[in-house]
């Protein structure tokens, strides 16, 4: 008697992989990551379980310190049925008494999966080359992926798409946040004005891959050290601090970018209706007195906020809060598809909407 064995294509254009910058995705991935979370954000608001990870084992490597970042990770894990363990550099050997590579073999050897923040992009790969099982940067000096799931989501979410978005971040043209945000907004169809003094000037590899997506797309990116034409017609305000982490020149910074502030004057500069225009911030934000950095810089400068007015912060614009929360939703999804079985046909992926 003949006998046939069907086996089924297991087909995932995700699974396996690392998410270490969006350039490695194409547009529609990325799309479909972020439809993915907010359909995961639907299933936790109504209590359904989504188990996609049961019994994998999850590393949060820690360099640099972070509060949504790694709260995503653990919450996301849990809700998939994952076990997170964090670790820090002060804890283990990592950094000081072991390489990269070493700590890769022996973190792959036991864990599904690594999340690591830290300095450098060179150690997230290298931790995703030598680990053998997928890695995911949480933040480093250069991108910030995960952050720009979140970051989408949240525009999809609130106008329904995300093509054809005009999208100017205010402040240091030069940070990871504004090196993420120009080239995943390009690539998905957002024009990103990066409005930056000319000192902070956005890194000319960084345009370059920028530019290389907007043929494909037609987004208009941009850098421009004019902020009544670069926020003109924004519908989204984005800014992030002036010193990012690791880093220490406050009085440069606070010199450069004074004039960069978001405010409600800057807002009204937009000229967009305000049903159409947001405020972003990737968090945390210096917009009052009440944190020992903002208190230290009121006592050197005299300023009550930095990137942003505290007005700003608590206004009818804000969304940063809901883009805190999207981290979880969209880091869940992230994880789900690069380590779950799931079944992703190509169609799926090449048909989300932008
Ligand atoms: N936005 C962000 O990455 O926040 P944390 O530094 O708190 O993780
Ligand atoms: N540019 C900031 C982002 C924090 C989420 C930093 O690197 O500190």
Redesign the pocket.
Known sequence: MEERIIVAKFENVFYGRSVLACKDFTPNELRYMIDLALHLKELKKQNIPHHYLEGKNIALLFE?TST??RSSFVVASHDLGAYPEYMDSTGTQFGKKESVEDTAKVLGSMFDGIEFRGYKQSTVEGLAKFSGVPVWNG?T?EW?PT?MLADFMTMKEKFGHIKGLTLAFVG?GR???ANSLLVAGTMLGVNVRIVTPSALHTDQKIVDIANSFAKETGANPIVTDNIKEGVKGANVIYT??WV???ENDWEERVKLLKPYEVNMDLMKMTGTPDDELIFMH???SFHDLNTVYGKEIFDKYGLKNMEVTDEVFRSKYAWQFIEAENRMHSIKAMMAVTLAPLYIPAYAVNGCKE
């Open positions: 640099k949504r970042t933040l000096d910030h952050q240091d940070n990871n946040m992030d601090v990012s982490m690791g990737c968090l945390p």
